[in-house]
């Protein structure tokens, strides 16, 4: 490895004689090739934060399904299929994109409190690991499908076991009672018992998911003593099942603090499951990939106004919808220091909405119309909640490995935009016929 290049628990996002680089590529040598605004992603910073997690649960046979919906690029899916990982998928086109990235179908446990027929049908084709099933419809949909063609589904219910969770922001919590993720907890029981006698379904887990970027163990804990008294519960019924699923949830640091320590959630949690023999599986996302990438935009305008002074930038919630959907924060720093004064900014996107910023009231060094800035912490949640609002083409995507950079999506085009409007025919016109005699 050569100077600047991430080393083992190093700074993915170094900076040399004032320029950030990504591992050894300097991000302004990306910005001339790919523009922007434009995702960057350090395939190091992935792997490591993979080896560091399945080290830690090295003690219990375990499965880390990372949670596709976190960064669906199928150049991050490649990377994380290559250390071994399974994935966790909420739709058709997730378990598509997983199976394309080269995660066998046995690693890969299905989520998600809306599955379509076809959805359910086309994992129970591939053969996945299991069906984290929400609800009682859902569990006889699954179960009449799989009996149709003589198959039966792997199936975990999605248990709800009330624990407060400290989330940032309430739409990241789905552990407490009133919410629509998972089974209440008085119902499980029941349901399983069903689930036992329907003829399409053989039960192979437990599983919760208790919330978002949660940077305490506790709650963890709290969930796997819940899940435990379950299974416990199960076995009386002579019901065994073969993996406890503890959902994804592991917090990361966006703020400079630290992110969720492996080591002590797994010495907390792995002390409960280690003598039942059982296989944990986990379902991490923002763990795995969110500090791992930046977002990379140009400033276009400065602009006062009302005591204020706006960075006006070419990147906006389109392209990083945290900010304003979860008020979720982002360090914001030039990608070329030049030693200026730190002002306080809020840092805005070209978007026709009052919701549309990057960051508000943030001291930055002043930057200039041309230059770069780099949006931190965006590896998770970043392009996969981008949309194409304002009918501005999702931003490009490149993965950099040491002192290569590899574009893994390349960025979208206004043709594209109306490409599925133009590719109407005549003969899907649907007449209106007019039934009413006057
Ligand atoms: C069922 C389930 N599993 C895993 C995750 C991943 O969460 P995180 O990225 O916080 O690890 C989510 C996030 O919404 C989820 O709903």
């Keep these: 490895m050569g100077e600047g290049i991430l080393s083992v628990g190093g700074d993915p996002f170094p900076r040399q004689d004032g320029v950030l680089f990504c591992e050894g590529v300097p991000l302004p040598d990306l910005v001339a090739r790919w523009g922007t605004p434009l995702y960057v992603y350090s395939a190091t910073a992935i792997r490591e ?137 008085e119902d499980a029981l029941r349901l399983y018992r069903l689930a036992v006698r329907l003829p399409g379904i053989r039960v192979v887990g437990v599983d919760a998911h208790i919330g978002s970027q949660i940077l305490e163990v506790e709650p963890f804990r709290r969930a796997v003593v819940h899940l435990l008294e379950l299974i416990e519960q199960l076995r009386m019924d002579g019901v065994e ?9 592991l917090g990361i640091s966006y703020e400079g603090g630290e992110a969720i320590s492996a080591a002590a959630f797994a010495e907390t949690v792995l002390s409960l499951i280690e003598p039942t023999g ?29 005591g204020k002074r706006f960075v006006i930038i070419d990147a906006g919630m389109n392209d990083l919808l945290r900010p304003s959907h979860y008020a979720g924060y982002h360090a914001v720093d030039p990608v070329e220091t030049h030693g200026r004064l730190r002002v306080p900014v809020d ?43 304002n009918q501005r083409p999702r931003p490009a995507e490149v993965l950099v490995d040491r002192e290569s950079a590899h574009l893994v999506r390349r960025r979208e085009t206004v ?19 007019t039934t009413h005699e006057s």
Excluded: Q, W
Aim: some cysteine; glycine content about 10%.
């Design 49 to 185: 934060r993979y080896t560091e997690l399945d080290t830690a649960l090295a003690p219990v046979p375990h499965l880390i399904a990372y949670s596709v919906k976190a960064n669906g690029n199928l150049g991050v899916l490649r990377t994380l299929a290559a250390m071994g990982a399974g994935a966790d998928i909420v739709s058709g086109g997730e378990l598509h994109r997983a199976l394309l990235a080269g995660i066998p179908a046995e690693r890969i446990v299905f989520s998600g409190v809306g599955k379509t027929v076809n959805e359910l049908a086309a994992a129970l084709d591939a053969g996945i690991r299991c069906f984290n099933v929400e609800s009682e419809g859902e569990l006889r949909a699954l179960s009449d499908l799989a009996e149709m063609t003589d198959r039966t589904a792997p199936v975990a219910l999605r248990v709800n076991p009330n624990i407060e969770t400290p989330t940032p922001h309430a739409y990241t919590r789905t552990g407490h009672a009133a919410t629509k993720f998972g089974i209440p907890a």
């Design 347 to 389: 840092v805005v996107g070209p978007i026709c909405e009052t919701g549309d910023f990057l960051a508000l009231d943030r001291e930055i060094e002043l930057s200039e119309p041309g230059e770069l800035l780099a949006i931190r912490t965006v590896g998770a949640y970043g392009f996969s909640m981008s949309s194409t609002y």
């Design 241 to 249: 099942v073969e993996h406890l699923d503890l959902g994804g949830g």
């Design 278 to 306: 059982l296989t944990l599986v986990m379902e991490p996302g923002r763990y795995l990939v969110g500090e791992a990438g930046v977002l990379l935009t140009r400033v276009l305008y400065m602009k006062e106004g009302g």
């Design 415 to 433: 043709d594209e935009l109306v490409a599925a409007e133009l590719a109407l025919s005549d003969e899907i016109t649907i007449p209106i016929l």
